[in-house]
């Protein structure tokens, strides 16, 4: 990218730091103000979600387990930025802790040789759902992640799955999109924003819930 696109996206993305050249306190001081009003308003929102969508996230986590204990596996799925959530919530699950064995989980992301194949021969829209196909079974989670709910091939996954019999989630934010009219979500968690990074940063939020629930549900069956 060149000097003047690297400005131009710069100013875009941070206005304040053009407008307060040259002057370094006033730079800090709004540098500090736009950080405490970011830091305020993801509280807000976590509380708002809590409010909103805590029984919807009990009721969840209570599938998610009953899914663990039958044998089920968990696979996670986005684009872009949810993919790289898609990978985290795989980890966090699959991962082993003090007294308790990891979860079999898997993102459907991950692996970039399938994926450019099947992109190659079907096309994006149809990648997730061709993928649940061939891993998935009735006994399984599909956990379908999107900012906006409007991912074509996220909500094809998810009809797949629920095809499948499998027990799917999706979280999304911007009123829902297509997960919320799609018909195919047992579980839909949406952010009430329409802030991407406060949406992602409170989907990291319920998705580490959901993992806490779980575990707590699965050790007192133990």
Avoid at 68 to 79: C, I, M, P, V
Avoid at 196 to 202: F, G, K, Y
Wanted: hydrophobic share 45%; net charge negative.
């Amino acid at each position: 990218m060149s000097g003047a696109g690297e400005k131009a996206v710069s100013d875009a993305l941070y206005p304040f730091l053009s407008s307060a050249a040259g002057d370094v306190e006033s730079l800090l001081a709004t540098v500090t103000r736009s950080t405490a009003e970011k830091a305020r308003e993801i509280v807000v929102l976590r509380q708002e979600v809590l409010t909103r969508l805590g029984p919807r996230i009990a009721a969840c986590a209570g599938a998610l387990a009953a899914a663990f204990a039958d044998g089920g596996r968990l696979f996670t799925f986005g684009n872009g930025g949810s993919s790289t959530d898609a990978q985290a919530v795989a980890h966090l699950f699959l991962a082993p802790g003090p007294g308790h064995r990891g979860l079999p989980a898997m993102s459907l992301t991950t692996d970039v040789a399938l994926l450019t194949a099947l992109t190659n021969d079907i096309g994006f829209d149809a990648v997730f759902a061709r993928q649940l196909a061939a891993l998935g079974t009735g006994t399984d989670i599909a956990m379908g992640i999107s900012t906006s709910g409007g991912s074509l091939n996220v909500v094809r996954g998810l009809q797949e799955a629920k095809r499948l019999g499998m027990v799917t989630v999706g979280l999304a934010g911007s009123g829902g999109g297509q997960l919320a009219e799609c018909g195919a979500v047992d579980h839909l968690l949406v952010i009430p924003s329409s802030s991407v990074h406060r949406i992602q940063e409170a989907q990291a939020t319920v998705c580490h819930v959901l993992w806490e629930s779980v575990r707590r549900a699965l050790d007192e069956a133990d």
